[in-house]
């Protein structure tokens, strides 16, 4: 069983004060260029409890709520392209999970929200450290029987993909600019580094976002973030030279945490990781909300999770909360786009605050889970005596808090 046993271990992870939209800056309609890039971190447990869990208990998974939320949204928050970070199922031969990962992934490609993903250490046959992209028996691969090259070329954001089908590039536009992402297999060879290079090559004026699974890593702390081995083969190999690269998404690690690095132009390369699967019902439908402001100057990252306000009343609990207000969930960072990226082109503004406006939707008329009824022991006599007792806890709900 997932739900329950997966509450207690990063409660303090889900468990975070909820900003209320009335916090958020008020904007004007129409005095900024923005867009929003939704990020979707590891879904494996959605996918892998969807059957025995997730539907029986609520006739939908937090996968498909996720793309379902970023289908409808996508014209009001300026939603030009979704980015699914892998480790897309739990077990790689699981026929249900994938299934459950497909038509997920479905609400996108009906909409017509063009997307990129890319397979983690569990979405292939063979993890181990050792063996990289290059060595899979390519016919056996169910990510690639799910997830073909043929079902990415469906949108026109598709820029081609390397032997092995399993790295591609995309490109879309928005606001009059358009970028790069890069997605990588979560091992890749030394010919997908070299093909990788040579598509940054032939696109060198783009701006550029690389994804993959395994780039920067988490510390102890669960806050402080760091580059992983991975992560350091990719940033020599693609990232530190390669100027265009301004942004890296990934997942694997649990927590979240941002890396600033300075690349050797001497700017600023922004590295980003999220995943909440060891949350609350296996990450409770969180993922991200990258705001581009581009008249401003600055990139907003807001955790959200469509999950929670599709939820009927009575299953809420104190861990279901739309928005993480987080140090590393719900931030900003500067970026100058017209100085970094020679010729770029800002367009006439059309937009509001567009965090503003995600959060506005996910918590209008969101009230929560009723408050605990559980009172504090008046002393001692009201707790069961049991030889050897050396202390009692009584968990109260709230994250960090006991009684």
Known sequence: MLTKTLAIGLAATVAATLAPP??????????????TLAVLPDTQFYSRYADSNFLPDYGTTPFHEQTA?????????????????????????????????????????????????????????NASNSVVDTDYDLADEPFLQTFPVERAEAHDTFGGADST????????????QQYLVLSLNWRVSDATLAWASDVLDAHSELP??????????????????????????????????????????????????????????????????????????????????????ITNGEIKVN????????????????????VLTGANEQYSFPIDFESRFAGFETVEPTQTDLSARAIEILTDGFEGAPE??????????????????????QLTGDAGEVA
């Open 22 to 35: 009335a916090t958020q800056a008020e904007a004007a309609e129409g005095d900024r260029s923005s867009f």
């Open 69 to 125: 939320w970023i289908a409808e949204n996508a014209d009001g928050l300026n939603i030009p392209f979704a980015v699914h970070v892998g480790d897309v199922v739990d077990v790689v031969g699981q026929e249900s999970g994938w299934r459950a990962a497909d038509e997920s992934m479905q609400n996108l490609d009906d909409a017509g929200v063009p997307y990129a993903i890319l397979a983690g250490n569990h979405d292939v046959r």
């Open 165 to 176: 089908g399993l790295n591609r590039f995309s490109i879309f536009e928005a606001e009059g």
């Open 208 to 293: 550029t976002i690389i994804a993959s699974h395994d780039i920067i890593s988490i510390q102890n702390d669960g806050l402080t973030g760091e580059t992983s081995p991975n992560g350091e083969r990719l940033w020599d190999a693609l990232i530190n030279d390669n100027d265009q690269v301004f942004l890296t998404l990934n997942g694997h690690y649990h927590g979240s945490a941002k890396v600033e690095r300075q690349n050797a132009a001497g700017n600023t390369v922004t590295q980003i990781l999220t995943d909440h699967q060891m949350a609350y019902e296996g990450g409770n439908g969180y993922m991200n909300l990258l705001e581009f402001d």
């Open 303 to 322: 955790t959200v999770s469509p999950w929670v306000v599709s939820k009927p009343e009575d299953k809420l609990t104190s861990y279901d909360t739309p």
């Open 372 to 393: 605990s009824a559980l009172q504090a022991a008046g002393n001692e006599h009201d707790y069961v005596q049991a030889e050897g007792t050396l202390a009692h806890w």
